[in-house]
């Protein structure tokens, strides 16, 4: 069992950045690929970013490449979204999730969530 709790969301400005914080509550995570949804009012809960907890291998959805960096700290046991050039389009709430053995971006198939954190871009 994996509890992930997330914080860091808020309030920002076009342009500007945030931070959010992945806190898992097992050390065991070299199995794990660990990633970061979003689900706006209305919409499908979709994928913003993975990392494979044992290679360092990182993965993005198209919307957010250059934008976002997805990082891990394995001594903290807490996955991190920096996201900078931040948009209205990005405002949502975002979720952290973790599965095993594989990565996909289907949500649909990773076993533990957080959360959610909301993230609001205004313009």
């Known amino acids: 069992q994996v509890r992930l709790v997330e914080s860091g969301g808020g309030l920002v400005q076009a342009g500007g950045s945030l931070r959010l914080s992945c806190a898992a509550s097992t050390r065991t995570l070299n199995r794990y690929y660990m990633g970061w949804f979003r689900q706006a009012p209305g919409k499908e809960r979709e994928f913003v970013a993975a990392?494979?907890?044992?290679?360092?291998?990182?993965y993005y959805a198209d919307s957010v490449k250059g934008r976002f960096t997805i990082s891990r700290d394995n001594a903290k046991n807490s996955m991190y979204l920096q996201m900078n050039i931040l948009k209205p389009e990005d405002t949502a709430v975002y979720y952290c999730?973790?599965?095993?053995?594989?990565?996909?971006?289907?949500?649909?198939?990773?076993?533990?969530w957080g959360q959610g954190t909301q993230v609001t871009v205004s313009s």
């Open positions: 999730a973790a599965k095993l053995d594989y990565y996909t971006t289907y949500a649909a198939v990773y076993e533990y």
């Open positions: 990392i494979s907890w044992s290679t360092d291998s990182t």
